[in-house]
């Protein structure tokens, strides 16, 4: 069985002083929304105990196990581009 590969990264301030070293899993990748939607995800994950990545990686195995609901999110995304293009 194979390990998860890694790499290091290493933060360091403008000065070149460094701040933290983190062990970054290259199986992760970072993904961009709006503040109100992390907000949102934020609180739900909270208050369930749940860390935000796996309730994401849950709605997502949902989300392709349900074609009408995925469907729907395709509309809805559709929707909210066109609202942010006028």
Do not use: C, F, P, W
Not at 74 to 79: E, L, P, Q, V, Y
Request: charged fraction near 30%; hydrophobic fraction near 40%; aromatic fraction near 2%.
């Amino acid at each position: 069985m194979m390990g998860i590969e890694t790499h290091t990264k290493i933060t360091t301030l403008n000065r070149g002083n460094t701040v933290a070293v983190e062990t970054l899993k290259k199986d992760k990748q970072k993904v961009s929304m709006t503040v109100d939607t992390y907000d949102k995800l934020k609180t739900v994950s909270r208050l369930n105990g749940v860390k935000m990545r796996l309730m994401i990686d849950a709605m997502v195995d949902l989300i392709l196990q349900n074609e009408a609901l995925t469907q729907r999110i395709i509309d809805a995304a559709i929707a909210k581009e066109a609202e942010e293009d006028q």
